[in-house]
């Protein structure tokens, strides 16, 4: 191979020893299921997996990027040559391995992983088709599995950076809602689309590195659980489903996310929209106070819905309660129907029931909550969980 090792001591020293520990760790844990598995080599392209192992988020190029991580043995990121300045100091966790565009690295990659026949082979599950295809012509007595049967359920239990960082996250979300409640963002006679744009632009201003999305659906479009918000004037006595978030970092690393929503009320709420608010926070609340470690993610889905089922609202509520939330939006547990896992600490995750009347109105009431070491659900959002009227 024609290019170059640099090796662990060229770039050694600047990233933060804790953080390098937290990673070296589940390196280890990863390293540990990779043996339950029986995979030989985890190959890390785009996605989560990359960040959360690594600190390095690779840019979605059409150049290959891939982490070589085998079972035993040191692991090796192959990195277009020009994206290897950005590539976080690692302190000796991985070697680099730039390619120049005169180069294939498939090759490289081919020479990392050895022509052993019996491989089993774990590739990111967001690695570009051809990536998947170049690799399997190459290696065609392999065989390969997704990286998420690996990385999944140990990503889905936070360390304690991670729990921080998603805490700090949801700080900065309640801080956008609690000025959105108190009325600091103007609704009657905005667009949801000026409204969005305000969110979002507050969501940066209070430490977030960008915005993932910014929902905001009134009236008749808050019945739609994942509006994109456009040119509908926002009206009185309408419900508005705010349902936001972003990336945030502490560290300068990969960032981790918020997801907040909040439906407020533009004047005084008719008793069928009170009733229905009432059902939904009595559905999170609960929901909530059920996600204990030891149940499972289901169990919780079914408390939610068994509150809004008994007072006839459960086919209004067409979503399941909730998503695990970490480096991505949306990633395991997920509280749905089916999912048997069982919570433990360090599950995080959202607890969002809605109940949406098609082409009248919808709400959504949704925290981010994580199962603290005793066991016991630690809501990360704390902004006030009542219809509040916004009469601005
Ligand atoms: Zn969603
Ligand atoms: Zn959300
Ligand atoms: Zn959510």
Request: aromatic residues 4%.
């Amino acid at each position: 191979m024609s290019a170059a090792l640099i090796g662990d001591g060229e770039r050694a020293g600047s990233a933060a020893v804790a953080a390098t520990a937290a990673l070296a760790a589940r390196v280890g844990r990863v390293r540990g299921r990779m043996e339950e598995l029986g995979v030989d080599v985890l190959l890390l392209s785009h996605g989560a997996d990359l960040p959360w192992l690594t600190g390095y988020r690779a840019m979605p190029l059409e150049r290959l990027t891939l982490l070589v991580l085998p079972v035993s043995g040191d692991p090796v990121l192959v990195v277009p040559g020009l994206e290897a300045p950005r590539v976080a100091d690692a302190n000796g966790l991985f070697d680099l391995l730039p390619w120049s565009d005169a180069e294939d690295p498939i090759d490289l990659v081919v020479n990392l992983v050895g022509q052993s026949s019996a491989a089993r082979l774990a590739l990111s599950d967001r690695a570009w088709a051809t990536t998947a295809f170049a690799l399997q012509r190459r290696l065609p007595a392999a065989e390969w599995v997704e990286a998420s049967r690996v990385t999944s359920p140990l990503r889905a239990i936070k360390d304690d950076h991670e729990v921080a960082a998603l805490r700090a996250a949801g700080a900065a979300a309640d801080r956008v809602a609690d000025v959105l409640q108190s009325g600091g963002i103007p609704m009657i006679g905005r667009t949801e689309a000026e409204v969005s744009a305000r969110i979002g632009s507050m969501l940066i201003s209070e430490g977030h590195s960008n915005v993932n999305f910014a929902i905001v659906g009134s009236g008749p479009n808050a019945a739609s659980p994942h509006h994109e918000p456009g040119e509908r004037v926002i009206g009185r006595e309408e419900t508005v489903v705010c349902d936001f978030g972003g990336t945030l970092s502490l560290d300068g690393g990969p960032g981790y996310c918020s997801d907040i929503t909040r439906t407020v009320v533009t004047g005084t709420p008719t008793a069928e929209v009170a009733q229905c608010y009432a059902v939904l926070r009595e559905a999170q609340h609960a929901a909530v106070a059920a996600a204990v470690a030891g149940v499972t993610a289901e169990s919780v889905d079914r408390v939610a819905r068994d509150v809004i089922d008994s007072a006839d609202y459960g086919h209004l509520f067409v979503h399941r309660t909730g998503h695990g939330i970490g480096i991505e939006e949306h990633e395991d547990p997920y509280l749905v129907v089916g999912n048997e896992t069982v919570l433990v600490p360090g599950h995080a995750f959202s607890v969002e029931p809605g109940i949406y009347q098609p082409g009248r109105f919808g709400m959504r009431l949704e925290d981010i909550v994580v199962i603290g070491a005793d066991g016991q659900p630690e809501s990360l959002n704390n902004a006030d969980h009542g219809l509040v009227v916004v009469d601005v």
